[in-house]
């Protein structure tokens, strides 16, 4: 059996030791935050990965905060840590999966489908009652092979194509005041895609951190939906992080297939000639 979204805390200490763990902790405005975090305390046995660097690629100042990692570099790097195949990949973090999305995503852009995230993050873990170590994780190199993706990408050309279609829908993860362009802390620019609708990735989650259930996820996003297929769905955010978090919830709630932008809004606003929105209407 493996786990292909989430993972409770229970689940999880259960099969710990058959499982590759990583600790995704992650601050857009501190980035030393999550290896000091990692070090303070982390699930037994748990590598940290960085989100700007383990699974992120070299950046142009025109591919966006967070472009896609080489998918063989990323592939040595999760072998690196004991990932093989068919294996189960278990990611965390204390961001309601907000950073930890983002390695689920891309363990199925390698081909990888035993990935999840840990439900509700190492609060859960630590609600329940289970410990954290302050060890440093020892890994046997893995034997992990690139397979297929198991998941969709689309670049600028592609969004700037669909621009004023009613038959695609363009979903921005960030919340709703960077969405009107109220505030922009980490961009140049402030607004969004025209045409976008927004959707912050916390309206997944419960008041705990936890994700809701899948029947209630389904009724929200075929409402947003509003009878198109979910392949006709293209999420962002700000730099191709958080919006992973909305396609995992579109996972769970049956509705697969949807595309991730992962230049998103960094990469959009680093050509001035692109169109900007602002407010709430797309």
Same mark, same amino acid.
């Given at each position: ?147 297929? +993706? ?43 895609? +025209? ?11 419960? +008041? ?32 191709g992080v958080t919006a992973c978090h909305n ?36």
């Open positions: 059996m493996s786990w292909t979204t989430i993972v409770t805390a229970d689940e999880l200490a259960a099969r710990l030791d058959q499982c590759v763990v990583v600790d995704c902790r992650h601050d857009l405005t501190d980035p030393d935050s999550g290896p000091a975090a990692w070090a303070v305390g982390h699930l037994p046995g748990a590598f940290f990965l960085h989100q700007d660097f383990d699974l992120a690629g070299p950046k142009t100042g025109r591919n966006g905060r967070h472009p896609l990692p080489g998918r063989e570099a990323l592939r040595r790097r999760l072998e690196s840590i004991g990932l093989s195949d068919g294996r189960q990949l278990v990611a965390y973090d204390d961001s309601g999966g907000a950073y930890a999305g983002r390695l689920w995503w891309l363990a199925r852009w390698l081909g990888h489908p035993e990935a999840a995230l840990l439900d509700g993050g190492i609060q859960a873990w630590r609600k329940a009652g289970y410990p954290v170590s302050r060890e440093l994780a020892v890994a046997r190199p893995g034997a992990l092979s690139l397979r297929e +993706p198991l998941v969709g990408e689309v670049d600028t050309e592609a969004v700037l194509a669909v621009l004023g279609r009613s038959d695609r829908l363009l979903l921005d993860a960030r919340t709703s005041e960077r969405f009107r362009g109220e505030v922009e802390p980490f961009d140049p620019v402030a607004g969004h895609i +025209p045409g976008a609708v927004n959707r912050p990735l916390q309206r997944n989650l419960r +008041p705990d951190g936890r994700f809701k259930p899948a029947e209630v996820l389904r009724d929200e996003y075929l409402a947003l939906l509003a009878g198109r297929a979910p392949d006709a769905v293209i999420h962002q955010c700000g730099s396609l995992l919830a579109m996972e769970m709630a049956g509705l697969p297939g949807s595309l991730l932008y992962p230049g998103s809004w960094s990469e959009w606003c680093a050509d001035p000639a692109r169109p900007v929105a602002l407010g709430d209407a797309g």
